[in-house]
C-alpha cells in the first residue's frame, strides 16, 4: 500500500491542472468501490479522462465515438457498459458480483461512469480486478478505492498488474 496524500496529489495534478490543452502525460482512471450498509449495495464508480476513453472505445468497437454528444447517448451507454463490465470485475466476500451499469456523465476531461451491486448483506472482503484502458496503454496506472464506512484502503495498480482486494 502506499500513502494516500501521494493519490491525493496525484488525483488533483491528472484531473484538475497541469494538464496543458493537447495530451496529458500520465494514463491513469481511478475506480472507488463504496459498501452502502443502509442499502446493502456496492457503489462503483470510475473516472476516466475522456479522451483515452473515447479512442480505447473507438479501437474496440470499431466506431465512431462521442461521449459528449447528446445525440449519441444511448449508443455510448452501449458502449461504455459493455467495456466496463468486460474490464472491471468486483468480488465481494469471495464471490464474484454482477454490476448493474447506471451511467456515466462528463466532468471536464474526465468521464464518470457508475455501476452498483446489489444485495450485499455484509461485507468482509472486496477484491478488484481492474483492466481498464490496459488494451491502450502499457504505462496504465489504476488507483482504486475499497471504502467500508469509515475505513478507506487504497492501492495505485500499475500495468501490467491488475488486482487489490482489502479485508474489512
Known amino acids: 500500500m502506499f500513502n494516500t496524500k501521494f493519490v491525493t496529489i496525484i488525483i488533483a495534478f491528472v484531473f484538475f491542472g497541469g494538464i496543458s490543452a493537447g495530451k496529458h502525460p500520465l494514463h491513469v482512471s481511478t475506480t472507488e468501490v463504496n459498501f452502502n450498509a443502509r442499502d446493502k ?11 483515452d476513453f473515447e479512442a480505447v472505445l473507438s479501437k474496440t468497437y470499431k466506431q465512431k465515438t462521442d461521449l459528449s454528444n447528446l445525440a449519441m447517448k444511448a449508443a455510448m451507454d452501449e458502449l461504455v457498459k459493455r ?32 455501476l452498483e451491486v446489489e444485495k450485499i448483506p455484509s461485507l468482509k472482503s472486496l477484491k478488484v ?7 491502450m496503454f502499457d504505462d ?12 478507506r484502503k487504497s492501492a495505485k495498480i500499475l500495468y501490467p498488474d491488475k488486482q487489490f482486494g482489502a479485508n474489512f
Do not use: W
Not at 84 to 107: R, S, W
Open 41 to 51: 449495495t456496492l457503489e462503483v464508480s470510475c473516472r476516466i479522462f475522456s479522451d
Open 83 to 114: 467495456y466496463l463490465i468486460t474490464h472491471l470485475q468486483v468480488m465481494a466476500n469471495g464471490q464474484p458480483t454482477k454490476m448493474n451499469y447506471l451511467g456515466f456523465e462528463i466532468d471536464h476531461e474526465a468521464t464518470n461512469i457508475y
Open 129 to 135: 480486478t481492474n483492466t481498464i484502458l490496459y488494451d
Open 140 to 151: 496504465q496506472m489504476s488507483i482504486v478505492h475499497l471504502v467500508k464506512g469509515n475505513v
